[in-house]
């Protein structure tokens, strides 16, 4: 654990020295959102939920198909040491595969935990989107459950991976799917029957489910048990695999 703490220290240290990923990631879908609030807002009305004004479908959606794109970065931190000629020093120290791993998961974790939190604040001072009745803890749950499974994706990707364009490319592509068949970019009711009946096999799915339930259900903890459970679950079994894949002395390329 302590040399897993020093990876991740590394990494937010990295991060620190340059934002303006995040600060990019962040401002895009406080951009997106006004433009489809209406739309959502009639689609959640003919969903059945008649007093849906759309931000119940977009601030949650949107922060479920960023936080993908933000979870990126995890993986990329593995090619860029390759890339800077440091990953042999990382070998070389106490840090074994496992611990290397977890110390480039635990940053990104939180950090995607933040970057969920901020969209949903900026997003909800914009749209006006509240908890009427909803537990912020119950959302806060989804909110890491989700984190830790995109990030563990991610990291499986770079474990599979042998250069960052495959990964960027299936990274890229996922998010959009997974999002799209989880209901993130349109409310679940209003995609085709077959998109529905595999849904439940993407993370998009489970943490819009969680979502739904607070902001328009006014569930509480109780209420997101399943998809807090299904979320925390896959980020423990995709991490699981992740690690079994993952081999340090494997020699990845990163082109700048």
Not at 49 to 65: N, R
Not at 107 to 133: H, K, R
Not at 216 to 226: C, M, N, P, Q, T
Request: net charge neutral; proline share 5%.
């Amino acid at each position: 654990m302590t040399t897993a703490l020093a990876v991740a220290k590394l990494q937010l240290r990295i991060l620190r020295n340059d934002p303006w990923f995040l600060l990019i990631m962040f401002a895009m879908p406080l951009a997106v959102m006004p433009l489809f609030e209406r739309t959502m807002g009639l689609s959640l009305i003919d969903s059945g939920f008649g007093s849906a004004t759309g931000a119940e479908q977009v601030v949650p959606g949107q922060a479920v198909l960023f936080a993908f794109f933000v979870a990126g970065s995890a993986g990329f931190s593995v090619y860029r040491e390759h890339g800077w000629r440091t990953w042999d020093r990382l070998r070389a120290s106490a840090a074994g595969p496992r611990s290397l791993l977890a110390g480039f998961a635990m940053p990104w974790i939180l950090i995607n935990v933040c970057y969920q939190l901020a969209v949903f604040v900026a997003g909800g001072a914009m749209l006006g989107l509240g908890f009427d009745g909803g537990s912020p803890v119950a959302a806060l749950l989804v909110i890491t459950g989700y984190a830790g499974c995109v990030v563990a994706l991610v990291l499986l990707m770079a474990s599979s991976f042998r250069t960052v364009q495959q990964m960027s490319a299936f990274q890229n592509v996922g998010a959009m799917v997974l999002a799209g068949l989880g209901g993130a970019l349109v409310p679940i009711e209003q995609l085709p029957g077959w998109a529905r009946a595999i849904a439940p096999a993407t993370p998009a799915y489970w943490a819009m489910e969680g979502h739904r339930s607070v902001f328009l259900e006014s569930g509480g903890i109780a209420d997101v048990a399943l998809p807090v459970l299904v979320l925390f679950g896959a980020a423990a079994a995709i991490g699981a695999i992740a690690s079994m894949r993952f081999r340090a002395d494997e020699t990845k390329e990163f082109f700048a």
